[in-house]
T-cell receptor, first 112, second 112 residues
Framework: GQSLEQPSEVTAVEGAIVQINCTYQ??????LSWYQQHDGGAPTFLSY????GLEETGRFSSFLSRSDSYGYLLLQELQMKDSASYFC?????????????FGGGTRLMVKP | DTAVSQTPKYLVTQMGNDKSIKCEQN?????TYWYKQDSKKFLKIMFS???????INETVPNRFSPKSPDKAHLNLHINSLELGDSAVYFC???????????FGPGTRLTVL
């Protein structure tokens, strides 16, 4: 089976930097993705790491260490609109095919 | 144009009824998914459908049956609805298995 751990809630102020960690246990791992979901909305793709290291997309960066089964999402220059839930998702290959398994999500609250 | 669409957006029904949720994607993707998101925001994959091959999550009751008339459509049919089926259901699609997934707006199902 597989499991993912990420904090349930994080609070930060506008302009700050926040890091959301994700640890996972899975077999057949091929990559780690991050999705953002606003209340009442659909998950939207943020980033993907297939190899170790840092991927940067504007204010958001994502990191992966395969040897540590660990990744994180870094959000810089926080804005009020960044208040949302953030999900890490592991890509796993098994007999059933390749699928994403999502973590429980981290609810980020950005305060003025 | 909406990339991934679902109908209806809201569905309220009685226990024991049979209902369907429709999903259409106009991205030309060959893989479509169904997810269930419960009240605690856990997002769990139910099915994936790749080039007419259905991959079933074994934890999904057989009251749930996906039907794909063509690559652009993956509808979800639910028989004998139960209270515990109340959730938001998302369909999603990707190019190939494991690529970035594009989610539909979701269908909020309430079983009374």
């Amino acid at each position: 089976g597989q499991s993912l751990e990420q904090p349930s809630e994080v609070t930060a102020v506008e302009g700050a930097i926040v890091q959301i960690n994700c640890t996972y246990q899975t077999s057949g791992f091929y990559g780690l993705s991050w999705y953002q979901q606003h209340d009442g909305g659909a998950p939207t793709f943020l980033s993907y790491n297939g190899l170790d290291g840092l991927e940067e997309t504007g204010r958001f960066s994502s990191f992966l260490s395969r040897s540590d089964s660990y990744g994180y999402l870094l959000l810089q220059e926080l804005q009020m609109k960044d208040s949302a839930s953030y999900f890490c998702a592991v890509g796993e290959s098994n007999n059933a095919g390749n699928m994403l398994t999502f973590g429980g999500g981290t609810r980020l609250m950005v305060k003025p | 144009d909406t990339a991934v669409s679902q109908t209806p957006k809201y569905l309220v029904t009685q226990m024991g009824n049979d209902k369907s949720i429709k999903c259409e994607q106009n991205l030309g993707h060959d893989t479509t998914y169904w997810y269930k998101q419960d009240s605690k925001k856990f997002l769990k994959i139910m099915f994936s459908y790749n080039n007419k091959e259905l991959i079933i999550n074994e934890t999904v009751p057989n009251r749930f049956s996906p039907k794909s008339p063509d690559k652009a459509h993956l509808n979800l049919h639910i028989n004998s609805l139960e209270l515990g089926d109340s959730a938001v259901y998302f369909c999603a699609s990707s190019q190939g298995i494991g690529g970035e997934q594009f989610f539909g707006p979701g269908t909020r199902l309430t079983v009374l």
